[in-house]
């Protein structure tokens, strides 16, 4: 059964850092990873895919990496601004089982920037 | 461009009352559908997904089912609600295949 762990659970930086956030994953016969913003008390905001070929995206100051062998990535963000505040949630596409192919979701990194 | 609704946006309801919430999907065909519920500390779990019309695959066993009426109509219902149905309702879509997986603004349960 697949894992995805994200390490670490909170994290608060000062305004302008550049920061890293990790995902592992147990299984890496996976088809793509995607990251995803949470704003307390809303939906999901998908911020990058990547798909199993690829080795990184880019968006903005937002660049994902997939290392699918190690099963690894990480999302780093570039001079992070209060704005950033938020959880950020990784979440792998694979296999699971009875014909279907499901998301599954680490807990998340809750990132503060501090102005 | 593609849009999800949910409603209600927030739900305060008895221990054994019925449950109905809505998930829409507008500017696409034929999506994928489903209904994650979100509890504080355990992550997404999986509730239901929907590839069409009246096609409806259950991840685990609960008091819940799902249904879907109409091509970008979603909907999660309960006969009685547990105490234990409380949480962060996210229905989300995604094209056929395996692209963006994209959620609605989510529903809040509170079962008392």
């Known amino acids: 059964k697949q894992e995805v762990t994200q390490i670490p659970a909170a994290l608060s930086v000062p305004e302008g850092e550049n920061l890293v956030l990790n995902c592992s994953f147990t299984d890496s016969a996976i088809y793509n990873l995607q990251w995803f913003r949470q704003d307390p008390g809303k939906g999901l905001t998908s911020l990058l895919l990547?798909?199993?070929?690829?080795r990184e995206q880019t968006s903005g100051r937002l660049n994902a990496s997939l290392d699918k062998s190690s099963g690894r990535s990480t999302l780093y963000i570039a001079a992070s601004q209060p704005g950033d505040s938020a959880t950020y949630l990784c979440a792998v596409h694979a296999y699971s089982g009875a014909g279907s192919y499901q998301l599954t979701f680490g807990k998340g990194t809750k990132l503060s920037v501090i102005p | 461009s593609q849009t999800i609704h949910q409603w209600p946006a927030t739900l305060v309801q008895p221990v054994g009352s019925p449950l109905s919430l809505e998930c829409t999907v507008e500017?696409?065909?034929?999506?994928?559908l489903y209904w994650y519920r979100q509890a504080a500390g355990r992550g997404l779990q999986l509730l239901f997904y929907s590839v069409g019309i009246g096609q409806i695959s259950s991840e685990v066993p609960q008091n819940l089912s799902a249904s879907r009426p109409q091509d970008r109509q979603f909907i999660l219902s309960s006969k009685k609600l547990l105490l234990s149905d409380s949480g962060f309702y996210l229905c989300a879509w995604r094209a056929g295949g395996m692209g963006t997986q994209y959620f609605g603004p989510g529903t809040r349960l509170t079962v008392l």
């Open positions: 500017g696409t065909s034929n999506p994928n």
């Open positions: 990547i798909q199993s070929s690829q």
